[in-house]
């Protein structure tokens, strides 16, 4: 029993992680129609951006300041040269954000090398919690990430350019007839969602691994967490991200972790036989 | 020096022929032909007295690509040195170098390239075990002899050819190697935990085999598919009662395996053993004491001190590495030593088989192959790794091999294995000379 709650915690714990990280390829999709294949890549540029902060000065929480602020400015550079040209063209989209993927891993291959490295926890310290040596930097991963998607959902709703952002979402014909600019919130969403995969980078990068190819895996995780939570919906795929590691954790206590990943794409599978638009797919988009 | 090319696009075929594109067309094939008759004539001629083309296919980009840019400075080296020293018999070599890109499809797409375009005669393959295992039926196709560098026991086994070597080690040479002294020294129960693929399956089965012969008692393994990021789920499975927790990941995963095992303390708990290739083209001190504690058995000491030869001080100044941490300080690149050695070895065992058998052109392999066949290799500046021999029946290199353990972030050798006690134990399970030529 004990495994059970410990690898359910766990789940949940990845799964606010993976949650911050999927946030934003859902913001890029409900708003610009983008499916971005280089989402993946945004997250492992923010675990570079990270160690070559830490590596730098020394003090890995100035990573969780300036990270997001240079994930937003790339993020910026790349909507206006890459997605902004091909905007509205969803088979374009796919092609040029694999291009980009590949632009990115290749770059970072070429300038911090092929070797994976190491950025240490700022808090080295275990607990144990049901039976597990556990590592408190989790947690506070954890805690972290439920206060970014927090204050993401406060600027959404609380502030002028998150009003904004609904509403282009919603109608950019009328958004635009009403003065908002649409175009510069497609470029802000944008480089938002790149801030979110980076910050998610910062965030995951003690417990992974930095290195050029470190977001190829973690875009299936969050491609899964999108669909199941309907595409766009960004609650929904909050809730999915958290639901499906804590489905995961908890199969893993019974069977082959192996066979719990297999479980969780049954479950993907079986949620688009059953509502093909996700879960939550009776929110807004 | 030739390098994989991409040729021009086509253009689109145009609808409408007129008589005077068609003469175009016509004197262009012409020139055409006539150039490619003199084309191959000339290769004809220059088989028997050019330069020798041997082929390299290397991972320059991709997921092996820390490793590859040593393999590819090795072969560079190898061919300078062999150029300088007058080439082989008398003839120039010519490196062909092919990027696989980390993948099985394109690797042995371009091995076919390097032998059917570049006419390569000889080719020293691939570290990665995916790309060696599709490339050794085409090199045995196209009648090519083949060096292996990776380490399933695949290649000089069920699926290796009398083309295919290795002058490394492989799955069932690592296991030999390194459990009988682990078995001594670090436990008996053992957990071994591994990427889901052929290459950890392969280390499992191998070091089942002899781990339950000698008594000990192996728990239920533990797969992890690749790509996984999160290895709680996987650790927590580790049966308490294990006293040695073999692992073989490779690059990332390796890296967060070392450190998410480390954070649970279960280094506290059990001995961690592993193998080279889980540490290759790694600094300890980069993982920041990840891997402290940590048994690795090695194919070549990282160390000059456990190998204090001049031929190894010669060879690593070549590479440009320091002699304690193996690392080209202006680069920050640590170089893949236990492994990479073998693409610089392997054009010297070329050299010495094409000189012994008096090989001309493509026509005298098979005298290629047969002088390979049990070569001995003494400890020199053409086999820095130490003396070795290349068994005649399985075609696999028997070598020293090396136990040490991870210290202050410096590998510190606690037992030199030497190629005789590896040999005693390593019986061959393949004749590959039964195999025609």
């Keep these: ?285 | 020096m030739t390098k994989d090319v991409k040729s021009k696009p086509a253009k689109a075929p145009r609808s409408g022929q007129t008589r005077r594109s068609f003469l175009q067309t016509a004197l262009a094939g012409g020139a055409a032909a006539t150039t490619a008759y003199f084309g191959i004539t000339h290769n004809a001629f220059a088989k028997a007295s050019g330069p020798i083309v041997i082929g390299h296919q290397c991972e320059l980009t991709g997921g092996f690509s820390s490793w590859g840019y040593w393999h590819d400075k090795c072969a560079q080296a190898a061919v300078k040195v062999i150029n300088e020293g007058g080439g082989i018999a008398g003839r120039k070599v010519e490196l062909a170098v092919a990027d696989t890109e980390s993948n099985p499809a394109a690797g042995a797409r371009k091995l076919r390239s390097l032998i059917q375009r570049q006419k390569a005669s000889f080719v020293v393959g691939s570290v990665h075990s995916g790309i060696m295992l599709a490339s050794i039926p085409i090199a045995t196709e196209l009648k090519t002899p083949y060096f292996s560098a990776g380490e399933a026991t695949e290649a000089t086994g069920s699926k290796g050819s009398r083309y295919s070597f290795r002058t490394g080690t492989d799955t069932y040479a690592l296991a030999a190697a390194g459990v009988p002294w682990a078995m001594e020294n670090l436990g008996k129960n053992w957990t071994m935990i591994f990427p889901d693929y052929a290459w950890g399956h392969s280390h499992h089965q191998e070091h089942r085999k002899l781990i339950e012969a000698a008594g000990g008692k192996v728990n239920d393994p533990i797969a992890v598919p690749l790509g996984t990021k999160d290895l709680v789920p996987y650790l927590a499975r580790i049966p308490e009662e294990t006293e040695v927790l073999f692992s073989v990941f490779f690059g990332a995963l390796s890296v967060a395996f070392y450190t998410q095992s480390k954070s649970m303390r279960l280094d506290e708990k059990m001995k961690m053993y592993s193998v080279s290739g889980t540490i290759e083209a790694i600094d300890p001190r980069d993982i920041n004491g990840a891997t402290e504690g940590v048994y690795f058995l090695e194919n070549f000491p990282r160390p000059l001190e456990f190998k204090n030869d001049e031929y190894h001080a010669k060879f690593i100044e070549m590479m440009g590495v320091d002699p304690v941490y193996a690392k080209d300080d202006k680069s920050g690149k640590v170089m893949a030593k236990s492994h990479a050695w073998q693409s610089y070895e392997n054009f010297f065992a070329l050299k010495a088989a094409i000189e012994a058998s008096g090989w001309q052109s493509d026509k005298d392999t098979p005298g290629v192959i047969e002088a390979l066949e049990g070569l001995k290799m003494e400890n020199s500046l053409a086999h820095p790794q130490g003396t070795k021999i290349l068994r005649a029946e399985d075609h696999s290199g028997m070598i020293d091999c090396y136990m040490s353990r991870v210290e202050d972030s410096k590998f510190v050798l606690k037992k030199h294995i030497p190629r005789e006690d590896l040999m005693a134990k390593l019986p061959p399970r393949y004749d590959f000379r039964t195999h025609k030529l």
């Excluded at chain 1, 675990?47 to 910026?76: E, K, Q, R, S």
């Excluded at chain 1, 902004?84 to 300038?111: C, D, W, Y």
């Excluded at chain 1, 002028?160 to 908002?180: C, H, N, Q, S, Y």
């Excluded at chain 1, 973690?218 to 590691?245: D, H, K, Q, S």
């Design chain 1, 1 to 285: 029993m004990e495994l059970v709650i410990a690898l359910g915690m766990n789940g949940i714990v990845w799964g606010l992680i993976i949650a911050l990280i999927a946030l934003g390829l859902s913001i890029i999709f409900g708003l610009l129609d983008i499916i971005n294949i280089a989402h993946g890549d945004f997250f492992m540029v923010g675990t570079v951006l990270a160690w070559f902060v830490f590596d730098t000065t020394g003090n890995y929480w100035l990573a969780f300041a300036i990270v997001p602020i240079l994930g937003f400015a790339i993020g910026a550079v790349i909507e206006y040269t890459v997605i902004q040209p091909i905007k509205n063209a969803a088979a374009l989209s796919i092609v040029a954000t694999f291009g980009l993927s590949i632009i990115l891993q290749e770059s970072v291959r070429a300038t911090f090398g092929a070797t994976p490295a190491r950025l240490t926890a700022p808090i080295e310290e275990t607990v144990p919690l049901f039976g597990l040596e556990y590592e408190v930097y989790r947690l506070f991963a954890a805690l972290l990430s439920i206060a970014a998607i927090g204050c993401f959902f406060l600027f959404l709703h609380r502030t002028k350019l998150g009003t904004w952002m609904r509403a282009v979402r919603f109608d950019p014909e009328t958004a635009t007839a009403m003065g908002i600019p649409a175009r510069r919130v497609y470029m802000v969403t944008f480089a938002i969602g790149f801030a979110m995969a980076s910050l998610g980078g910062v965030v995951a990068g003690p417990i992974t691994t930095v290195d050029f190819q470190a977001g190829v895996d973690i875009l299936p995780f969050c491609f899964m967490a999108v669909i199941i939570g309907g595409l766009g919906n960004l609650e929904g795929t909050v809730a999915a991200a958290v639901m499906l590691a804590f489905f995961e954790g908890v199969m893993a206590s019974f069977v082959d972790p192996t066979l719990a990943r297999i479980g969780s794409l049954c479950l993907m599978s079986a949620v688009l036989l059953v509502r093909p638009h996700g879960i939550f797919s009776g929110s807004t988009r």
